[in-house]
């Protein structure tokens, strides 16, 4: 494995974590939107 074919990996898996999160954070805000705004 290259390293060009590292950072590819790299990135795709980072751009995937951070698509979870965002809709986990969607999902929280949709379910409990008086817990979002009381903090």
Same mark, same amino acid.
């Given at each position: =494995? +290259?390293? &060009?074919?590292?950072? #590819? #990996?790299? #990135?795709?898996? %980072?751009?995937?974590? !951070?698509? +979870?999160?965002? !809709?986990? !954070? !969607?999902?929280?805000? &949709?379910? +409990?939107?008086? &817990?979002? =705004? %009381?903090?």
């Amino acid at each position: =494995m +290259s390293y &060009l074919d590292f950072n #590819i #990996i790299a #990135i795709i898996s %980072a751009t995937g974590i !951070l698509v +979870s999160l965002l !809709l986990l !954070l !969607l999902v929280v805000r &949709l379910k +409990s939107p008086d &817990l979002i =705004m %009381a903090k």
